[in-house]
């Protein structure tokens, strides 16, 4: 390990990818301390038993309930992103011919997503800051009141996703989902407060048995780790033998490989758009509160909730099917495959080999989808379980770390690999 992380720091190039990122991160950060004008925020700060407030502080790293200008987090971001994904596959066509047309194409649907970001943020902060207005948290009433807060929250997103755009491009990892590790992880001391709080301050006395407890919670975190990784590492081989074939004057003979299909191609994607969905209907109804339908929202809606917990599996379910399908593409790979004179044995070339691969893709699928959805849940479970309900630390957070954190891993082992080969010739 330590070797691994020597040679990080020998190589300039990765070096400074690294840098970058951390300075970018430590920039973030700095920024979540910049309240936005015109909040009372010790008003706001006294509404912790909120359980959706609780979630959009979770998962902004503590700026929610700071109302800094990062308050929204990347929320708005993952909802557009989520939304052009859907309207990429038949729904728009303009949208599916960008989606084949390569590089191009793929900046025009980024383009439309920053101003659906942009709407998006406008619509949430607006939202936000008139749920406040309503419950008196804002100092001043009045329309520019209500302006200065509205753009302050959507200049903050704005800034957000260009931070998670240049980490991607000119940092290590996927910008977005960096942001979102760096968020969870910081509420870790919070967390230790709050078990404090409950256990050691409020029961002094039975001080063996809190120890216990904090180990038992510390083994129960420990194994659903171990549980993710395993998954998350877990793959599926299908056999692929090339035939012998001629190209010029060249004779390639025939090899045998495989197809590596991970139990969830999906990573950690699909739980991120579910939370970022089940979020949107909070900020609608927030519009709306004298509406029966928008109290049932909010009644029934609210973050560790039966209803909340059933409908955040069934998402993690659907889109988790939805993203393995969009990543992998059997159609493609099938296509790949016979014009490369690739088959799998015992399978026919063409629409039978895309056949199997929806067949396999699907069976390991089922099995990486309920994974999800149950990992999502087990930890509120551990939690309550433990008297511990008023810390939000649920699955979705656990599974955000540990993928985020692989995806890093492996793409920075992936740039190291790249410098260190030095081929034959040399």
């Given at each position: 390990m330590w070797q691994t992380i020597a040679n990080l720091w020998r190589l300039k190039h990765l070096r400074g990818r690294i840098l970058f990122t951390l300075m970018v991160?430590?920039?973030y950060r700095i920024g979540t301390y910049f309240p936005v004008p015109g909040m009372n925020t010790a008003a706001l700060s006294g509404t912790q038993n909120n359980a959706f407030f609780n979630l959009m502080n979770m998962f902004s790293g503590g700026a929610f309930y700071r109302f800094s200008i990062f308050a929204m987090s990347v929320t708005p971001y993952i909802t557009a992103s989520i939304i052009m994904q859907l309207l990429q596959y038949g729904v728009v066509p303009r949208f599916e011919e960008w989606q084949k047309e390569g590089e191009s194409g793929r900046q025009k649907i980024t383009q439309v997503t920053r101003y659906l970001t942009v709407v998006l943020g406008l619509l949430q902060a607006a939202g936000l800051t008139y749920e406040f207005t309503r419950s008196g948290l804002l100092y001043s009433n009045t329309l520019w009141s209500y302006a200065v807060v509205v753009v302050a929250l959507t200049a903050g997103d704005t800034l957000l996703m260009w931070f998670g755009e240049m980490i991607t491009e000119k940092g290590v990892g996927n910008g977005i989902s960096i942001i979102i590790f760096t968020n969870i992880i910081s509420?870790?001391?919070?967390?230790?407060?709050?078990?404090?709080?409950?256990?050691?301050?409020?029961?002094p006395g039975s001080l063996f048995l809190n120890i216990l407890k904090v180990l038992l919670l510390f083994a129960g975190i420990v194994v659903i780790f171990v549980m993710i990784v395993f998954v998350q590492q877990a793959e599926r081989k299908i056999p692929v033998q090339y035939a012998k074939r001629v190209v010029g004057r060249t004779?390639?003979?025939?090899?045998?490989?495989?197809?590596?299909?991970?139990?969830?191609?999906?990573?950690?994607?699909?739980?991120?758009?579910?939370?970022?969905?089940?979020?949107?209907?909070?900020?609608?109804?927030?519009?709306f509160t004298k509406y029966t339908w928008a109290q049932a929202i909010e009644r029934y809606l609210y973050p560790n909730s039966p209803w909340f917990i059933a409908a955040e599996i069934v998402l993690?379910?659907?889109?988790?099917?939805?993203?393995?399908?969009?990543?992998?593409?059997?159609?493609?790979?099938?296509?790949?495959?016979?014009?490369?004179a690739g088959y799998i044995p015992g399978i026919r070339p063409?629409?039978?080999?895309?056949?199997?691969?929806?067949?396999?893709?699907?069976?390991?699928?089922?099995?990486g989808s309920l994974f999800l959805g149950v990992i999502s849940v087990l930890p509120f479970l551990l939690l309550s379980g433990m008297n511990l309900q008023n810390v939000y630390f649920g699955g979705t957070s656990l599974l955000i770390i540990v993928g985020v954190a692989l995806q890093t891993m492996q793409q920075m082992e992936g740039q190291m690999l790249q410098r260190h080969y030095r081929g034959f010739i040399r």
């Open positions: 991160i430590a920039l509420q870790f001391g919070q967390i230790g407060q709050e078990i404090a709080a409950n256990w050691f301050t409020a029961h004779v390639y003979s025939g090899q045998q490989t495989h197809i590596p299909l991970k139990v969830n191609a999906a990573g950690v994607i699909p739980v991120i758009f579910a939370m970022s969905l089940l979020i949107l209907p909070s900020t609608i109804a927030s519009y993690i379910i659907l889109f988790t099917f939805f993203y393995t399908h969009v990543q992998l593409n059997p159609q493609q790979m099938a296509e790949q495959l016979q014009k490369n063409g629409k039978d080999t895309e056949d199997y691969i929806v067949r396999v893709v699907n069976r390991i699928t089922v099995f």
